[in-house]
């Protein structure tokens, strides 16, 4: 089994940063990928950016050149630094880690950008 633990949600002034943190345990013997996706009310969830054990880093393109994704492998950990937040930007933000055959995802940290 493999817990991940979210942290760093909250509210936050358009224009304002987070950073997002996600610290995988348990029965971890290769992480292949790690990132994060957003849901918002109503919508589907979808794919904020992800990062490779290697690091190569992929983003959604509403994110890009505000957000910036990385890990720590010997912590097992993601980041993920928002800058710029805009008020769409509000959702549930999940962690999710990718090892070899299985998937997880973290419970969920919500996100709230007022305007």
């Known amino acids: 089994q493999v817990q991940l633990v979210e942290s760093g949600g909250g509210l936050v002034q358009a224009g304002g940063s987070l950073r997002l943190s996600c610290a995988a345990s348990?029965?971890?013997?290769?992480?292949?990928?790690m990132g994060w996706y957003r849901q918002a009310p109503g919508k589907q969830r979808e794919l904020v950016a992800t990062i490779t054990s290697s690091g190569s880093t992929n983003y959604a393109d509403s994110v890009k050149g505000r957000f910036t994704i990385s890990r720590d492998n010997a912590k097992n950990t993601v980041y993920l630094q928002m800058n710029s937040l805009k008020p769409e930007d509000t959702a549930i933000y999940y962690c999710h880690v990718l090892l070899v055959g299985m998937a997880y995802w973290g419970k969920g940290t919500l996100v709230t950008v007022s305007s």
């Open positions: 348990g029965s971890i013997f290769s992480i292949n990928a």
